[in-house]
């Protein structure tokens, strides 16, 4: 069965930082394109951050560049995206996606495997 599961999450102040954990089982997501979405309550979900499959690329959404990092390890079949410089805006569920592709996509139709969701919760 294949499977993502998210970690890391939690509150914390504004200006403060968490590293999120993504990982899978499965499947082998060396070959896959993978990314973070975010939901919060009465918002769609928004794209936060993409990574290619062999981490070459990445791709980040204006309102976290500077502040947000994702990065890869697929020796460990584990993405992951850290957080810095938190802002109350950025209060939400954090999802993790796995894509058919090798590239890291900021459509969510391109993904095709995702996990539970870690919330973060900044406080101001």
């Known amino acids: 069965q294949e499977q993502l599961v998210e970690s890391g999450g939690g509150l914390v102040q504004a200006g403060g930082s968490l590293r999120l954990s993504c990982v899978a089982s499965g499947r082998t997501i060396s070959r896959n394109g993978m990314a973070w979405f975010r939901q919060s309550p009465g918002k769609e979900r928004e794209f936060v951050a993409a990574i290619s499959a062999s981490g070459g690329a990445t791709t980040l959404t204006a309102s976290v560049r500077g502040r947000f990092t994702i990065f890869r390890e697929n020796a460990k079949n584990t993405v992951y995206l850290q957080l810095t410089n938190l802002k109350p805006e950025d209060s939400a569920v954090y999802f993790c996606?796995?894509?058919?592709?090798?590239?890291?996509?900021?459509?969510?139709?391109?993904?095709?495997?995702w996990g539970q969701g870690t919330q973060v919760a900044v406080s101001s």
């Open positions: 996606a796995a894509s058919s592709g090798k590239l890291g996509e900021i459509d969510p139709r391109e993904y095709d495997l």
